[in-house]
């Protein structure tokens, strides 16, 4: 370990002992308690929804109603299994309920939030809370740490940015180049520039790799029509659905895949370990159901992914769908952790995009540039030629004309000068599996 990455890792645990020492806390933890027996962790998931659920009922104007109403009380779920004697919470529940979701400790109008980029269209709005930070960031440095990664090590990331629309701020250009982070733009790949991303990888010397499932398939991709490869210790593919083929390119031209698995609502749900035989769940940091028609499918079935935060007590998200559908695996891991696993995740699927000079772009160049906005509730972009895009809109209370250029001027700028049809529309259909679509390209071969 490099006498950076020393240095990184002792000034973060010096900022988190000054500043929230429950994170460490929760690091050490977490570190310990993948190695418990199921029925360990499962007996420290009762404890911890007991807790949420009580304190639920007394400072949640939500699930308070809702529990009455179904002439429920905290003693009547005393264990995850006492879970289906509450509804499923939607997307749509959540936004008309936002602020009765939230604690009556905190005031909605001034706590912290995160905006998702909505994978059914609709952004929605997240209330932060702490100690659920704590488990997401040490869910997510623990889940890391299967494929070898340790903090402070050289990570290529292979994201958005912000595609020009904010520039990036002093402080976090120091953190990058102090935490070993290393940007490489995923909507600006081409076969022209290729081989510079590799050079720029093999120059930092970094052996680890995370970026969306498509963007990094296509730099496997165009590295193995130019001739070129990597051996990388790791490489991390999220955010959109990881299919065998894109997995071998990947595995064949930059190193091994460990795939892992969140969302905006909830982040650092699963991971993949060395096994490589499904993802492990973060259990002690949410509950994961997967469900068919309100009943848990069987094993090898797929059905609704339902979560239930564990550690979220600002905005507790119990039984909620957030549209992705998944296949459990009940058989235990031979990497000898307790956590359960995911077979597989379905879902969150987009086509490539053609730029006008021929460039391939990640499909979540769409989802990813509109979560900036407000004014837009849904968007779909169809690419019928490498001239012809048709991008259907449904507007928010908050729509601006002026904001729409800027979507659309931006999307020239990675595309080219190609002809834009924008269509405004009531709703955009989403697929059976209630996801909605973002890029269909009429040109590029799905993946």
């Keep these: 370990m490099s006498m950076r990455s020393r240095f990184y890792r002792g000034l973060d645990v010096l900022r988190w002992w000054i500043t929230n020492p429950q994170v460490l806390e929760v690091r050490r933890f977490l570190a310990e308690s993948q190695w418990w027996p199921p029925q360990r962790i499962r007996a420290y998931q009762d404890d911890s929804l007991r807790a949420l659920i009580e304190y639920a009922y007394k400072h949640v104007p939500y699930y308070r109603s809702i529990m009455k109403a179904r002439g429920l009380t905290p003693k009547d779920i005393r264990t995850v299994d006492d879970l289906e004697k509450l509804p499923i919470l939607d997307k749509q529940t959540l936004r008309e309920n936002w602020k009765g979701l939230i ?62 629309l904010s520039p990036e701020s002093f402080w976090g250009r120091i953190k990058a180049r102090l935490s070993g982070e290393i940007f490489l733009p995923a909507f600006e790949l081409s076969s022209q520039n290729v081989s510079q ?66 969302c905006g609502e909830l982040n650092s749900i699963a991971f993949e370990c060395e096994a490589h035989q499904g993802l492990h769940v973060s259990e002690e940091h949410v509950f994961l159901e997967v469900l068919r028609e309100g009943k848990p499918a069987p094993e090898g079935e797929m059905g609704a992914v339902t979560l239930t935060t564990l550690q979220n007590y600002t905005m507790p998200l119990i039984r909620y769908q957030n549209g992705d559908v998944a296949i459990r695996a009940n058989q235990p891991c031979p990497c000898g952790r307790g956590l359960g696993k995911i077979a597989r995740i379905l879902g969150r699927i987009n086509d490539l995009l053609r730029a006008k000079d021929g460039r391939l772009i990640s499909g979540a160049f769409i989802p990813h540039l509109f979560r900036v906005t407000e004014g837009v509730q849904q968007v779909q972009v169809i690419q019928e030629t490498e001239d012809l895009l048709l991008v259907k809109v449904v507007k928010g209370p908050r729509f601006t004309e002026r904001e729409m250029e800027t979507m659309l001027e931006t999307i020239r700028r990675y595309l080219g000068e190609v002809t834009i049809k924008l269509e405004y529309v009531d709703c955009i259909p989403t697929t059976p599996m209630g996801k909605l679509r973002f890029v269909i390209s009429k040109v590029v071969e799905r993946l």
């Design 103 to 164: 604690s009556d400790e905190v005031d909605p109008d001034r706590v912290p939030v995160r905006r998702t980029g909505g994978t059914t269209g609709e952004p929605l709005r997240i209330a932060l809370d702490p100690r659920n930070w704590a488990y997401e960031h040490g869910a997510f440095l623990r889940g890391l740490s299967f494929g070898g990664y340790q903090q402070g090590e050289k990570m290529v990331k292979l994201f958005g940015g912000t595609l020009g």
């Design 197 to 262: 991303y590799v050079e720029t990888i093999q120059r930092s010397k970094a052996e680890f790799l995370r970026g969306y499932s498509s963007a990094v398939y296509l730099l496997a991709k165009l590295m193995a029509e130019a001739g070129l490869r990597l051996r990388l210790q790791a490489v991390f593919p999220t955010a959109e659905t990881l299919y065998d083929p894109q997995r071998e390119m990947i595995e064949e031209n930059l190193g091994k895949v460990f795939e892992y698995y969140g």
